[in-house]
């Protein structure tokens, strides 16, 4: 679910579609068609197109976004970059077991509680207005920082109610994550002009066909 590509062939900055309901189901929904290998897209390919996303979620301002992006020395960007793969496909892991009601698998665990360990590490108490708060981490702090907030969320939802709503998109090659929302609970993909219009193209042109033949 991408724009397509420019002609270097590079995948276009097109915008991201939050349609997840929540920051951690938009993160793993960054690898589209990820059932069908011939045509899955990782959307984020390098780090800048992380930081796009986490500025798109509001993770970051435009501010730190540009500035992470042109401070962050190549290599502490490539293994953030890294990290930040590693960290949505642990989280896909965690969320598919949720979905098949299984018990998940204890290195995805292990993965994400290294990251939430880091983000505890990473907080402290503030004082403003003469009242103390728990703050950060900072989101900018470093090339990896947005992780934390990312993981953090994540265990928020994976703690929550909310649980109980996640949903998956019916088309069998998208199948992204999705809270359901809706007022009966019958949401069957994750955008209805995208997925939802070439299902119903589908279906109509194999009823075309079958009146044809």
């Known amino acids: 679910m991408f724009s397509g590509y420019n ?3 590079h995948i276009m900055a097109a915008p991201f579609q939050l ?3 929540h920051v951690a189901l938009d993160f793993v929904n960054t690898l589209d068609n990820r059932y069908d290998p011939e045509r899955r897209i990782d959307l984020l390919p390098s780090y800048a197109r992380f930081i796009a996303f986490v500025r798109q979620s509001g993770i970051l301002t435009a501010p730190q976004a540009r500035r992470l992006v042109r401070a ?3 290599a502490a960007a490539r293994a953030a970059h890294h990290r930040a793969i590693e960290l949505r496909e642990t989280l896909h892991s965690l969320f598919r077991a949720v979905r098949e009601g299984r018990r998940p698998h ?3 665990l292990n993965t994400l509680n290294r ?3 880091e983000a505890a590490l990473a907080r402290g108490i503030d004082c403003g207005n003469g009242h103390f708060r728990w703050a950060g981490p900072d989101p900018a702090a ?3 920082a947005p992780l934390l907030i990312l993981a953090s969320a994540a265990a928020d939802l994976l703690t929550s109610a909310d649980l109980a709503s996640l949903r998956e998109c019916g088309a069998p090659a998208c199948r992204w994550l999705f809270l359901d929302h809706s007022k009966n609970h019958s949401r069957r993909w994750c955008d209805m002009k995208v997925c939802g219009n070439r299902a119903k193209a589908q279906r109509f042109h194999a009823r075309q066909r079958e009146v044809a033949g």
């Open 142 to 144: 470093t090339p990896s």
């Open 106 to 108: 204890r290195e995805s």
């Open 115 to 117: 990251v939430l360990a």
């Open 19 to 21: 349609v997840a309901g």
């Open 72 to 74: 962050a020395p190549p």
């Open 7 to 9: 002609k270097g062939g």
